[in-house]
């Protein structure tokens, strides 16, 4: 085959969950995938982050003017893609558009693009910026869907969420999930947790979690804890903002907590590897990386039953509604009193985790490219329709 890949995102320097995926499933895929050609199409905004390419692999770079080029390539990198004869276009940040005779494969990460408007829009600021990057996302990604030939997405909670609102066929919708980053590892030095506790004045044992999903159960259930479990111990919450929720900051006046604003990932892999417990009682998740980053570091897990999570944790956690909070202190009061559950729940996530890697996630995503050869093009189907 002939397959063409959109890697802009490696020429952006971009963070986050889709620049993870594609900064780490495309190298797995190069390595698998000798057999067949491989283009990459970047551009010239920032420095591209790979090297050393293999022989199979031909790099195409769209020249970078403005933020208008962006656009300009949103739309018109299938001419690029046209002259070298793909057999399949694989856009992996939730939209494009490939060029007529290649089959189409878009990973959508999750539902959010193409929500009704009034969702996507409500709760945010009414930044005139924001708005227009979000209609034009929305737009953009439902006319993509409508032009592809497979989906790809991270869970089958996403891909059932993505038929829901979109009504694209199940049965084109590929889950394949993420992997763990190759720095995630259970770290044991004791110098260097004993390190990250200094710096960050951990002076007692600690749960963790996320200040930003949903902390106010966490905070009702710690306080239905008993006193001598409670006693000593408090959560650590982490934050890429200094402003999570009001509940967070009372926790923190009240003792209860502490509250560390963007914490180095070699920290934050340190804070996992210390803490009596993860909890994580998020409202949804598509998938849920920070399980999966638990669960390689060895903490015992405490989460949310909502969305991807139970896909991804297995039976390597302890399970609670995202608003009991009743159910979520039981779990917290085990884990914490009981070392022999603790080390099954650690042991269950490491060998759940070790389930997870970025070649498997290659080798799933090149046979969905073959699959995807197999079903008629959606440009033939489009045009079936109308005549």
Known sequence: MRIGIDVRDLSHGLV???????????PALIELAGSHEIFLYADTKRPFELSSLSDHVTMRFLPYHSPLSK????????????????????????????????????????AINILPLY?????????????????????????????????????SYAGREITRYSGFDPRKIVPVPHAPTPDLRRIQDQTTLADVRQRHRLTQPFVLADAFKNPAVLVQAWRLLPGDVRQGRQ??????????????????????????????????IALYSMAEAFVFPSWIEGFGIPVLEAMVCGVPLIASDRGAIPEVAGDAALFADAEDASTLARHI???????????????????????????????????????????????????????
């Open 71 to 110: 656009a300009q390539h949103d739309l018109f990198m299938w001419r690029q893609m046209a002259q070298d004869h793909l057999d399949v276009a694989h856009f992996p940040s939730n939209y494009g558009f490939g060029p007529a005779g290649a089959r189409i494969v878009i990973t959508l990460h999750d």
């Open 16 to 26: 986050g969950g889709v620049h993870t995926y594609v900064a780490h499933f495309v």
């Open 119 to 155: 969702e996507i829009l409500r709760g945010h600021r009414k930044n005139p910026r924001t708005v227009a990057n979000m209609l034009y996302l929305h737009y953009l990604t439902r006319a993509a869907l409508r032009r592809a030939d497979l989906l790809l997405t991270v869970s």
């Open 235 to 268: 959560i650590v919450f982490f934050s890429r903002k200094p402003d999570p929720l009001p509940i967070v900051h009372a926790a923190v006046a009240a003792g209860e907590a502490r509250l560390l604003v963007r914490p180095s990932r070699e920290d934050l």
């Open 333 to 387: 009061a085990l884990v914490l009193s009981s070392p022999t559950e603790a080390q099954r729940l650690r042991e269950r996530g490491l060998a759940r985790a070790a389930q997870f890697s970025w070649r498997n996630t290659a080798q799933r995503i090149l046979e969905s490219y073959s699959q995807a050869m197999r079903v008629q093009p959606a440009a033939q189907r489009l045009a079936d329709v109308v005549a």
